[in-house]
């Protein structure tokens, strides 16, 4: 439920509300707005009919929260949240833009396609230590040796860096090695490893899962923020459908979705979205244009030998004409970008 207060009511009648709140067994949010105070009370919603908050002298409105999911609602919480990877901000004015190639490979390979990255511009450094590989013998990364290697090239170029866990065992690790987790689209829905993940205590990046519904991958979402962590950057990855022209088809409809019913920032993921280096930077402007708050860009320093992923991968020059074609795209629609 949530309870929006008269403006006139104070910091007690908040705290009085928020501590019956809780003594119902349910839980209570606490959200100062610039007018309103908002209180939300999540939980058997039959125990907040008892305390008949509708009828106390501050309070102005009692309002269910019709999303099944609730931290994540814009209906809860309306202002953007701004989620913080290092020094970059995802979700403010700037469009962010994140890039690296699939798979840590090598220092050498790292250290390359982070400088092309960071030449280009990008503001953050995403490669995969764990790779989820459709076939068992696929490269799966380096693991451990993976995160230091990209951690030290992140420190080296001067950019926070982002990469992907799929155990709950290696969150500790990962954790510990980077500035955000990234949880994969085959993993969106495995509850064990968002709950873990949640409690982590860095920034998330939760891909779409392939073939999941708007509404799953926010009450994917919903795990991580149930867990007390709000820093999710919700990432669309393209899904499956009947078309096998491009590698997914990305869905640019989520965005407007994405953005009217969460508060929570997007961006888009046009590498895996098409699987195809001559789409990517198409649909990158596509996507600045229909409103994400970012992009995830899969560049490597000498694609044809990529580990994984080569097909889908810019080159270095290929990433900076990408970045000279999206500013004036990016502030057209009133995003510079960071
Ligand atoms: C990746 O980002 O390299 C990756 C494995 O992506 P996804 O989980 O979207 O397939
Ligand atoms: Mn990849």
């Avoid at 949240?81 to 901000?89: E, I, M, Q």
């Avoid at 080296?156 to 992907?164: A, H, N, R, S």
């Avoid at 969106?188 to 708007?214: E, H, I, W, Y």
Wanted: include cysteine.
């Amino acid at each position: 439920m949530i309870i929006v207060l008269r403006p006139e009511a104070g910091a007690d009648v908040a705290n009085e509300l928020l501590e019956r709140i809780a003594d119902k067994g349910l839980k209570p949010l606490h959200m100062p707005g610039a007018e309103r105070v908002v209180l939300g009370a999540l939980g058997d919603e039959r125990a907040l009919a008892e305390l008949s908050l509708d009828s106390h002298p501050m309070v102005e409105a009692v309002k269910p929260i019709l999303a099944p999911y609730k931290l994540v609602s814009r209906e809860l919480h309306p202002h953007d949240t701004v989620v913080r990877v290092g020094p970059l901000a995802i979700g403010g004015r700037e469009l962010a833009v994140i890039a690296g190639p699939c798979a840590v490979e090598s220092r050498e390979q790292m250290l390359a396609s982070a400088q092309a990255a960071a030449a280009g511009g990008a503001k953050a450094l995403r490669a995969g230590a764990y790779k989820p590989r459709t076939s068992p013998y696929g490269f799966s990364g380096h693991g451990p040796e993976g995160l230091r290697i990209l951690r030290e090239v992140g420190d080296e170029v001067g950019l926070p860096v982002i990469t992907e866990v799929m155990d709950s065992a290696d969150v500790a690790i990962v954790a510990e090695h980077a500035d955000a987790l990234q949880i994969g689209a085959r993993n969106m829905q495995n509850f064990t490893l968002l709950r873990a993940v949640g409690r982590a205590g860095r920034p998330v990046l939760l891909k779409r899962g392939m073939s999941a519904r708007l509404e799953e991958w926010l009450l994917a979402a919903e795990y991580l923020l149930a867990e007390g962590n709000d820093q999710v950057i919700l990432c669309e990855r393209g899904i499956r459908t009947f078309e096998t022209a491009t590698r997914n088809t990305l869905d640019l409809n989520a965005i407007p979705y994405i953005k009217q019913r969460t508060h929570l920032p997007v961006v888009v993921d046009p590498s895996h979205g098409t699987g195809v280096r001559d789409f990517v930077t198409p649909m990158a402007l596509a996507a600045a244009a229909c409103g994400a708050d970012g992009l995830l860009v899969e560049v490597h320093n000498d694609p044809a030998r990529a580990l994984s992923d080569g097909a889908q991968s810019l080159y270095p020059d290929g990433f900076a004409s990408l970045m000279r074609q999206l500013r004036p795209v990016a502030e057209a629609v009133g995003r510079p970008l960071a």
